[in-house]
């Protein structure tokens, strides 16, 4: 499904690459194939050991960068970051990589991920004189990072590390050194890759296959791992871990040719089709997936029922960004100019419509919608993942209960709100076989707090509000 109208967006995508002589072209090409991860905003800082040096802008990867701005970039050694921002946390002050100068040298941080106990940490750091030039809470960890009195910058990252909560997946830039570290529960996927003898780190291995880099490992849930001149060296941060990936990174975030974990997400998606199929009762003419996520899963789910896949919906690849501030009629307008029925496919046939995940539930009721208009005679609509109920706090944007329509209603009314004929969602159980892990205890080294309530990290009822308001302020 296309993120912008399904209400469900990743927060950023990091990348990096110490000791190449093509640093900053390959960031840049890291960076393209990772920008479905954030459309937003996107930057470069890159050192050659004696200065960082920055560029960085809103908009997609080949709107912010060119041959000039590029070419102003010097060095060896680059990190960059694409985001994705939504109008609460836009703005080029919040574009990353963040850069940092003082007299100890300069400093450039890019995250994916949400720190949960930043707006308590950011208040108690503008008590003590702190200023903010950007509602990121990776400018929080910046200060926390720059204030430790310790002396070698993995120490002081460590240190900044031990007083933030959340998720983060971290790539650092100094003059000497890339600093990479993964959240204790390891939230956000981070791979090591290799051009030649250069180590490069991605959010996801996709961008890997574009640059010619070859896999060599995951960060761990805790990992801090320190890649300069003599080479990568890596040790544990966290006192302790629990391995707790975001299952949506496989049901609708990553790209359908990285692994995670080792495992591929198109093959993750297609058994978590095949896993629904079984879970469901239903008998129809054709399969039909929604562009593009959730095609994987529609392959898999026709391949168990033994029904025909059909492209019953196609999308328009040439879309822009709308800047029209939709109405309610622009707002159907735009699903019909993102995805078409294909009629000759649906038209006098009872459809399966398989999807990845439902959020608000207004696309859902559009494309069921404009299914029937186009002849179909009965609509079932089939969920890849769980109902999604809960918000989640670490860094995809739905942060609230009224956000999410399983949140506030059954699913017999959320089958009648959205006008299908019948609505069914894979379980839990089904979606923790398929992708979870067996050793790592009852959720399987799987997240899955947005579908059961169960968070992986202690959550800050009171503070998490204030900090939504205060992270969002202009
Ligand atoms: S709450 Fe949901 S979206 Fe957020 S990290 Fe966990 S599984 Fe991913």
């Known amino acids: 499904m296309f993120a912008d109208s399904k209400g469900l967006n990743e927060e950023c995508g990091v990348f990096g690459i110490w000791g190449h002589p093509d640093a900053v072209q390959i960031t840049y090409y890291g960076l393209h194939s990772l920008q479905h991860r954030g ?42 970051h694409v985001k994705y921002g939504g109008a609460d946390k836009g703005g080029l002050e919040n574009v990353q990589p963040l850069l940092f100068h003082s007299s100890s040298g300069s400093l450039a941080l890019a995250q994916n991920g949400n720190l949960i106990n930043a707006f308590d940490l950011k208040h108690q750091l ?25 002396l070698a910058t993995k120490d002081k990252v460590k240190n900044a590390l031990s007083m933030v909560k959340g998720a983060y997946a971290l790539v650092l830039l100094t003059e000497d050194e890339m600093i990479i570290a993964l959240d204790p529960n390891g939230l956000r996927p981070l791979s090591i890759g290799k051009v030649g003898d250069s180590y490069c780190v991605s959010s996801e291995t996709c961008a890997f296959d574009l640059i010619g880099a070859e896999f060599v490992r995951d960060v761990e849930p805790g990992e801090l791992i320190i890649i300069n001149d003599e080479g990568l060296h890596a040790e544990p941060f966290a006192l302790s871990t629990s391995r707790a990936m975001c299952s949506m990174e496989y049901v609708y975030f990553s790209r359908p040719d990285s692994d995670i974990q080792g495992i591929n997400i198109h093959t993750a998606r297609k058994n978590l089709g095949k896993m629904l199929a079984k879970e469901v009762d239903i008998s129809a003419d054709v399969v039909t997936g929604v562009p593009d996520s959730s095609i994987s899963a529609a392959i898999g789910f026709a391949e168990t029922m033994g029904i025909p896949y059909e492209m019953g919906l196609i999308k328009n690849r040439y879309v822009g960004r709308t800047f029209i501030k939709p109405s309610q009629e622009l707002r159907e307008q735009g699903v019909k100019m993102k995805l078409s029925p294909v009629r000759k496919v649906v038209e006098g046939k009872r459809v399966i419509m398989v999807d990845d995940s439902i959020v608000r539930g207004t696309t859902s009721k559009r494309i069921v919608k404009m299914l029937k208009e186009a002849g179909a005679t009965e609509v079932h609509v089939c969920i890849s993942s769980p109902p999604m109920k809960h918000p989640c706090f670490y860094g995809i944007d739905v942060s609230s209960h009224e956000e999410l329509m399983a949140s506030t209603h059954s699913v017999p009314e959320m089958c009648k709100i959205i006008g299908a004929d019948t609505l069914t969602f894979l379980s839990v159980e089904g979606m923790l076989e398929v992708i979870g892990r067996k050793g790592y205890g009852d959720n399987c080294g799987q997240c899955a707090a947005c579908f059961t309530g169960e968070y992986p990290t202690e959550i800050y009822p009171d503070t998490l509000l204030p900090y939504e308001k205060e992270m969002s302020r202009p």
């Open 39 to 80: 459309q937003e905003g996107a930057g470069i800082v890159a050192t050659d050991g004696n200065s960082l040096k920055g560029t960085r802008g809103e908009g997609l990867v080949n709107d912010v960068f060119n041959k000039s701005n590029l070419a102003s970039l010097p060095g060896h050694n680059a990190i960059g």
């Open 126 to 150: 503008e008590m003590q004189g702190s200023i903010f030039q950007s509602t990121s809470d990776t400018e929080v960890l910046a200060h926390l990072i720059k204030r430790s009195g310790y």
